[in-house]
């Protein structure tokens, strides 16, 4: 839970900036995220992708990895690999970085975009 509420925050700082500056920017993700619904395993199984030669959507996507902390418990009852740990928190951090550049170039001038 702590690793998603991370993940959350720092996509809710970029979000906010990027909205506030740009105000289409909740259609553009709306399609952002509806793009990402398909090519993460959430609606489908996992075999899916490794049956069609896909399996590359599930190794270099990581909001795949994300689920998956999430998925292995529940599905399976084991944690999940540590892998999956590994890219998510690699995810985050780089997140982080994202949004601390962000806040550091528009503190100033984000009032003017309100």
Request: aromatic share 18%.
């Amino acid at each position: 839970i702590f690793l998603f509420m991370l993940f959350s925050w720092a996509v809710v700082t970029i979000s906010a900036f990027i909205n506030t500056k740009y105000r289409d920017y909740q259609q553009m993700i709306g399609l952002v995220v509806q793009a990402l619904w398909f090519l993460t395993p959430v609606y489908f199984d996992k075999s899916i992708y490794i049956n069609a030669d896909l399996q590359y959507l599930l190794y270099y996507n990581p909001l795949a990895h994300l689920l998956n902390l999430v998925r292995e418990p529940f599905l399976n009852g084991n944690i999940a690999p540590l892998i999956d740990y590994f890219h998510v928190i690699i995810m985050i951090i780089v997140l982080f970085l994202i949004s601390l550049l962000i806040v550091s170039k528009n503190e100033k001038e984000i009032i003017f975009y309100i």
